[in-house]
């Protein structure tokens, strides 16, 4: 499985980001996509994740702010953020997860700045 990320750039301090990752390859149905993110000097977080049937969880930091979707047919995990703050500075990984197995995209930076 291979995943291409899209969607870096800089973005001001309360404005908005899409993010989407696309998965090619054996794709079984059963599956987890999600994304991370690390910021310099701290470990790799999760952002959220999304099971095949739609279930989603976000890390409370992005709550409210953050909405992860997905488009099974296109092998595709997408990340609107909005409400960006500078704390959301981060190089973002997209993972997939079928049969006990990660895939990591390439990572893919945010930055929030003035």
């Known amino acids: 499985v291979q995943l291409q990320a899209f969607g870096e750039g800089l973005v001001q301090p309360g404005g908005y980001r899409s993010l989407s990752c696309a998965a090619s390859?054996?794709?079984?149905?059963?599956?987890?996509m999600g994304w991370y993110r690390q910021a310099p000097g701290n470990q790799r977080e999760l952002v959220a994740t999304?099971?095949?049937?739609?279930?989603?969880t976000y890390a409370d930091s992005v709550k409210g702010r953050f909405t992860i979707s997905r488009d099974n047919a296109k092998n595709t995990v997408y990340l609107q953020m909005n409400s960006l703050k500078a704390a959301d500075t981060a190089v973002y990984y997209c993972?997939?997860?079928?049969?006990?197995?990660?895939?990591w995209g390439q990572g893919t930076q945010v930055t929030v700045s003035s």
């Open positions: 999304i099971l095949f049937n739609g279930l989603v």
């Open positions: 390859g054996v794709i079984r149905s059963v599956n987890v």
């Open positions: 993972k997939h997860n079928q049969l006990g197995n990660n895939y």
